[in-house]
């Protein structure tokens, strides 16, 4: 089997074990505070999720991982070897000589350097949404939810997956490490890969409990199936206006969702859900 099939025999059975482990619901946290667009009413009018680019993401570390570039000197030449062949890396005159100079290339830290620029690049090239598994985190609320003036649109997760396409997109949990995640440049598949660079954070994230959907699309409007939206969190300190506008967007809908409320406890620094 080629080094090509390998990977991506990986990257099938990765994706297996990832969905698998799919929840049952995920949340999308709106602050509803921008000038740009409307976000409660592109989801529950236009059944629309607004995906953003990397550059834009609060964690700076997004997107860091450590890459190893030590595997045998038979698989270096080889996965070169095999690009060459499928055409994914342009060579002109003596083939066999740029075979050879890609493969000392990447044994020199600069070329090292060049060649984890280029893999983080055709990622970070990628489109997201982030989700959460909490409806009722206080600090997501703060961050993400307007301190409770927002929203959280509550999902069918396997439903969304399928609804944005299977074949255009990824659907994997954020993995929560003390280190930057590894990736053996020679060896792991895009998923691999995409897990190790844009799908791990530092430990101090871990209460965001976090998925992401990602796109090999621009930044900007998605849209998913009707029935994918479950239902909509209303924050308990969203103006009564607001209420009534998103109320009347969910009642509208042609599967008309379910308003629930966000409220603090007050007994304990906890929020509470009330349907």
């Not at 999720?49 to 991982?65: I, Q, R, V």
């Not at 998913?224 to 479950?230: D, I, S």
Request: aromatic share 8%; net charge negative; charged share 25%.
């Amino acid at each position: 089997m080629s080094l090509k099939k390998e990977r991506a025999a990986r990257d099938a059975r990765l994706m297996d074990e990832l969905l698998a482990t799919l929840p049952k619901r995920l949340y999308r946290y709106l602050n509803n505070d921008t000038h740009q667009f409307d976000s409660v009413s592109d989801a529950l009018k236009g059944n629309a999720l607004h995906f953003c680019s990397y550059a834009s993401l609060n964690d700076p570390f997004d997107g860091a991982c450590t890459w190893n570039f030590n595997s045998p000197a038979a698989d270096i030449e080889a996965y070169w070897r095999e690009l060459v062949d499928l055409g994914e890396v342009p060579v002109s005159g003596n083939v066999e000589a740029q075979i050879d100079a890609m493969v000392r290339l990447s044994n020199t830290s600069d070329g090292q350097r060049q060649l984890q620029q280029e893999s983080q690049k055709s990622f970070r090239d990628q489109a997201l949404c982030c989700l959460s598994l909490e409806p009722c985190n206080p600090l997501l609320w703060a961050h993400y939810g307007g301190g409770l003036k927002g929203a959280c649109l509550e999902f069918d997760a396997v439903a969304l997956f399928h609804s944005l396409g299977t074949g255009h997109a990824q659907m994997v949990p954020v993995q929560y490490k003390a280190n930057l995640g590894e990736c053996r440049f020679y060896e792991a598949g895009d998923i691999e890969r995409g897990l190790a660079t844009l799908a791990t954070k530092g430990e101090e994230w871990r209460y965001e409990a976090e998925w992401r959907l990602i796109r090999k699309d621009a930044p900007g409007l998605q849209c998913f199936q009707p029935t994918a939206l479950t239902g909509v969190l209303l924050g308990e300190r969203m103006s009564p206006e607001e209420q009534v506008r998103v109320r009347a967007l969910a009642e509208a809908r042609a599967n008309p969702i379910l308003c629930s409320m966000v409220k603090p406890c007050y007994d304990s620094f906890s929020l509470t859900l009330v349907r």
